[in-house]
Structure formats: C-alpha cells, structure tokens
C-alpha cells in the first residue's frame, strides 16, 4: 500500500509534500522520471555537480528527475567521462550519455563537451554545468516524450478511468461542491473521470473532519484513499490545516478547489507508482 502525508507550508495550504527527489513523484504522471546516476570518470564533486545540474534541467522542462531514487518506471541516464584536451589554464571535459530503460534496453545516446577552468575543475558548483546539462536535457527530453507517445518504454500508456465518490464528513452541498473540485482538477491532469462506478478501475473516497474552533480558525483534516474496482485501497493522502471559521462558511467553493488541486497531485503520484495489474477494471457497487 502507498501512503503519503500532507503537510501545509505557507502559503500553500493543503499542499502534500512533492518529494525530495524520488523520481516517482511526477508532476506530469504521464512521463517516467529521471535518475540521472553518478558519472564514470569524474572525482565525486565533480559528479555530484553535473548529475545535479542535469536533473535540474530535466526538471525545468517538467520531467520528473533526481540523482537517487527510482520506481517501477524509472528511466537511467548515465555518463562516462574523459579528459578532451587541455591548456595552461583549462581542461575539455568529453561525456558519453546512454539513457536506459527500467529494463535496461537503450533509448538513446548523446555526446557533450565542456572546459572548465582549474579551479571550477577542482571544486565544480551545478552552475558550472549548467550549459552542458540544459542541451542534455533537451536531447533526451525529445527521446522521452517521443518513446511515450510511441508507447516505447513507458508501461502506462494511458491513466485509468476513475470514479469519484461523495465526500464524507460534511453536509451534502459542501460534498457535492468538494467532490466536483476534484473531478474538474483531476480532468485537467487527463484522468479519464466517470460520473458513475460502472467502466472505473479505480475510485476516490474522501472524508473531511472538523477540529475545535481556536481563535477564529477551525483544524480541518481531509483523508483522501485510492481503491481498486473491488474496494482494496491502493493508497491514501492526508491533509491538514487551521482555516479560519469564515472561509470554511463562506468561501468554501474556493477552499475546495485548493484542496482538490492540492489533493490531485497526491492521487496522481499514488497511481504513477502502481502496477498495471493493480488496478482491473471490474464492476463494482456500493
């Protein structure tokens, strides 16, 4: 089972937690992520700064990468170094990038040089790097998202249909309102959303409950689940804040819309890390 938490930074309230720099936490659900592995060839400082600086720049162009890390989906870049020529006060660096797939067949090449000065050399920052990684990252951006809609390395060709159930904990009208803010955000991340539980593969309960009131502001916790089509839960989230009494009566239409997109992040990481065969798509009522 997948469990994530949610916590509430200002000022982003509901916010979960993106990750920190788990590959499978995607903001584009649709396109595995990254794990850019350290470089052959290079002194670890060196390594760690070009790897950091290429999954920064995979990032940028909203794929999900890191330097640790990996799932089920995960692709693999990695680098082999060699020195490429040098002068009094510089030395060319030559990488050969081979990008991999979770089962290690080959997705593509590339090549990229770079002079560095002796000190940045010695004791190089991501920013040295940060020319170098943006061409990598753009070359083997076009290969992602080309193998995807090819269907070529990327196991999830499509997101499942999903059903969203009535909120519970609240009165009908809050519900209702709560429970079409997540369907409209989850329609915008290309979750196919049904309005009935026949054809769902998976389906999204919530249930909010309300703390005390404290000086004018009431805790409000929202616990969303991901289940199967035949109710085993695959995964839940947890969101919490103190939201004033006024917002929670009057303005709740837009609270709701910054639970659901909030939330939404959430249920789109749970699904990215399941299994094909977590989620058949039999009937199921309730």
Same mark, same amino acid.
């Given at each position: 089972?997948?469990?994530?938490?949610?916590?509430?930074?200002?000022?982003?309230?509901?916010?979960?937690?993106?990750?920190?720099?788990?590959?499978?936490?995607?903001?584009?659900?649709?396109?595995?992520?990254?794990?850019?592995?350290?470089?052959?060839?290079?002194?670890?400082?060196?390594?760690? =700064?070009?790897?950091? %600086?290429?999954?920064?720049?995979?990032?940028? !162009? #909203?794929?999900? @990468? *890191?330097?640790s890390? &990996?799932?089920?989906?995960?692709?693999?870049?990695?680098?082999?170094?060699?020195?490429?020529g040098?002068?009094?006060?510089?030395?060319?660096?030559?990488?050969?990038?081979?990008?991999?797939?979770?089962?290690?067949?080959l997705?593509?090449?590339?090549?990229?040089?770079?002079?560095?000065?002796?000190?940045?050399?010695?004791?190089?920052?991501?920013?040295?790097?940060?020319?170098?990684?943006?061409r990598? =990252?753009?070359?083997? %951006?076009?290969?992602?998202?080309?193998?995807? !809609? #090819?269907?070529? @390395? *990327?196991?999830?060709s &499509?997101?499942?249909?999903?059903?969203?159930?009535?909120?519970?904990?609240?009165?009908?009208?809050?519900?209702?309102?709560?429970?079409?803010?997540?369907?409209q955000?989850?329609?915008?991340?290309?979750?196919?959303v049904?309005?009935?539980?026949?054809?769902?593969?998976?389906?999204?309960?919530?249930?909010?409950?309300?703390?005390?009131?404290?000086?004018?502001?009431?805790?409000?916790?929202?616990?969303? =689940?991901v289940?199967? %089509?035949?109710?085993?839960?695959?995964?839940? !989230?947890?969101?919490?804040n *103190?939201?004033?009494v006024?917002?929670?009566?009057?303005?709740?239409?837009?609270?709701?819309?910054?639970?659901?997109?909030?939330?939404a992040?959430?249920?789109?990481?749970?699904?990215n890390?399941?299994?094909?065969?977590?989620?058949?798509?039999?009937k199921?009522?309730?």
């Amino acid at each position: 089972m997948v469990g994530l938490s949610a916590c509430q930074p200002v000022p982003a309230p509901f916010a979960h937690p993106s990750g920190t720099g788990d590959p499978s936490v995607a903001n584009r659900p649709d396109i595995a992520g990254v794990t850019v592995n350290p470089i052959a060839g290079l002194t670890k400082i060196q390594s760690d =700064a070009l790897s950091r %600086a290429v999954a920064d720049a995979f990032i940028k !162009l #909203e794929i999900p @990468a *890191a330097t640790s890390g &990996a799932n089920k989906r995960s692709q693999f870049l990695e680098g082999f170094a060699f020195t490429d020529g040098t002068s009094r006060d510089r030395t060319g660096v030559r990488i050969l990038w081979r990008l991999t797939d979770s089962q290690g067949n080959l997705i593509g090449k590339y090549q990229s040089s770079k002079f560095l000065g002796r000190g940045n050399l010695k004791n190089p920052t991501p920013e040295n790097y940060s020319d170098t990684a943006k061409r990598t =990252a753009r070359h083997f %951006a076009r290969l992602i998202l080309r193998t995807r !809609l #090819e269907g070529v @390395a *990327a196991p999830i060709s &499509a997101l499942p249909p999903l059903h969203v159930w009535p909120v519970d904990g609240i009165d009908e009208d809050r519900s209702a309102v709560l429970k079409s803010a997540m369907e409209q955000t989850l329609k915008f991340r290309k979750f196919p959303v049904l309005k009935g539980l026949d054809g769902a593969a998976l389906i999204i309960t919530g249930a909010v409950s309300l703390g005390p009131v404290r000086q004018g502001r009431q805790p409000i916790t929202i616990s969303w =689940a991901v289940l199967n %089509a035949s109710g085993k839960q695959l995964g839940k !989230l947890d969101q919490k804040n *103190a939201v004033s009494v006024s917002t929670i009566k009057n303005n709740w239409q837009l609270l709701s819309q910054v639970i659901a997109k909030n939330a939404a992040g959430g249920v789109s990481e749970i699904v990215n890390r399941l299994p094909l065969n977590s989620f058949p798509q039999d009937k199921k009522t309730r």
